[in-house]
């Protein structure tokens, strides 16, 4: 007596007949290849490497505050300035791009930073003598260890940004990067000559490090125009700058965009090509709830 047709048996059921591995030329009909594969474009790769190389010219321009502060061509008075400047244009920033910013969350915000201002001022003469025993080749080489750091486990995509009315838990990576931007901070601090140094340093790095990404992460909701010209200043007053600090620090950066910018998309479109996803049957089932009134 010949075995009935084989037919697929839901949670591995045995068929008379046939092995329980059995398998006919049938199994593989419903195989698809590479049906979730996103294809990538050149352009699009690169207007999405935008985010780094802005970020990148942020930590450029904070270690170029830091290099014409510790040689003091920068003093305290200039540094308080500029504090309040960008103090006012975060605020300004955040004030046009939010959608949801009410009066008390505001006022919540304005509330937090005068507490944070107050916290930085109170504890300046502490950060002023931290490192008072440790010579300045290590505070340097501690110093750029830790921004590497903070560069490569800072999250570039926004997803642990905490938008006006919104509420997200950032990820370990997040919260390591952002510690290691504040310790470069205090180490840098340190070797300042007076407290109000210290404070006027430590304000400004704690700005850009804490508001910065925030601040970019509005930009980028309200318009990607707006975000893209935003970037590209910012890309040249960095190259600006470091190049004024030191023409070796200036090629290296505009090595680096160039990496991020070109050479990096241009190795993902390259690979994907090599991406194989197969789907089928013997995928597990997702369910689909279509929910209509």
Known sequence: MEPSKWKKVAYGGMQ????????????????????????????KVMLDSVSITQYVCIVSLVV??????????????????????????????????????????LSHYLLNISFFISGLYVLAPIYYTLTRSISSDSIVALTVSLLI??????????????????LKN????SNISLNASIVAS???????????????????????????PLITFCIKKYSNKVHLFFSFALMSMALSVVYQLHSMLFTLLLGL???????????????QEYKFEINGSWDEAKLCFDITE
């Open 64 to 105: 170029s505050v830091w290099a014409h502060t510790l040689s003091l061509h920068i003093d305290e008075i200039s540094l308080l300035k500029l504090d309040i400047a960008l103090l006012a244009l975060g605020f300004s920033v955040l004030l046009l791009t939010a959608r949801q910013l009410s009066i008390q969350l």
């Open 170 to 173: 950032p990820n370990l990576a």
């Open 257 to 271: 965009l160039f990496f991020i910018s070109v050479v990096c998309p241009y190795w993902l479109i390259r690979i």
């Open 186 to 212: 205090v180490l840098v601090a340190s070797r300042l000559p007076s407290r109000l140094h210290v404070f006027t340093i430590m304000l400004f790095s704690l700005q850009v490090f804490l508001f910065a």
């Open 149 to 166: 750091i903070h560069l490569f486990l800072h999250d570039y995509s926004g997803s642990t940004i905490r938008p006006p009315g919104a």
């Open 16 to 43: 008379p007949g046939y092995n329980d591995n059995y398998t006919d030329e049938s199994f593989l009909e419903e195989m698809v290849m590479n049906a979730n594969v996103v294809k990538r474009g050149m352009p």
